[in-house]
């Protein structure tokens, strides 16, 4: 996986996504709730960070990733401006490649600059930005399963769209280490 910077959600979102996993995974469909190390929470992503040979898959190196440069990447996020809370217009459902499903989230243009002024500041500690997290690439999404079965696609849409429409409210920030869940809470929000 990789170094994420991700928005994390207030405790009203965060419980509303949690019991949607909860939800999922008692129906037999994987979640973050469960999936790897089990310490995923209900985030945003503004940018994933690839580990230098372009394939996302983390390898050795300082902080598990190699051309990464943590520290740099660190300091970076926090010298960005805390723009406040943003909120974030949930209205369907995307399935992405691997049975990943999200619920589909608004990318107004408040929010879009947000995202791409996070991702030109991580580039510029020489990071090398996953290509679905650049600029005018990005769907804003938030998880709601890993590994959906064609079968299991329409309960897990049905499930989403009992939720809808829905806005999550974005809070606070975090540099998040998919691959062990480890997390670095910035001061603001991007």
Not at 22 to 40: F, Q, S
Not at 72 to 78: E, F, G, I, W
Not at 134 to 148: L, R
Request: charged share 20%; net charge negative; glycine share 12%.
């Amino acid at each position: 996986m990789a170094l994420a910077l991700c928005l994390l959600l207030d405790r009203r979102s965060d419980a509303l996504v949690r019991e949607l996993w909860k939800r999922l995974e008692e129906n037999g469909i994987p979640t973050l709730l469960i999936h790897t190390h089990g310490r995923h929470v209900p985030h945003l992503s503004y940018a994933v960070l690839l580990d230098g040979d372009g394939d996302g898959h983390v390898g050795g190196g300082v902080g598990g990733h190699v051309g990464v440069d943590v520290a740099a990447v660190r300091d970076a996020a926090l010298a960005l401006p805390d723009s406040g809370p943003v909120d974030v217009s949930v209205q369907g459902t995307v399935v992405f490649p691997r049975g990943r499903v999200a619920l589909a989230g608004s990318a107004g243009a408040a929010l879009a600059a947000r995202q791409a002024r996070a991702v030109e500041a991580l580039r510029a500690t020489g990071a090398t930005i996953h290509r679905h997290y650049e600029p005018g690439h990005w769907m804003p999404h938030v998880s709601a399963s890993t590994g959906v079965q064609m079968a299991d696609l329409g309960p897990v849409v049905t499930a989403v769209s009992d939720r809808l429409p829905l806005t999550l409210r974005c809070t606070r920030a975090a540099l998040i280490e998919t691959t062990d869940g480890t997390t670095w809470p910035l001061e603001g929000v991007p």
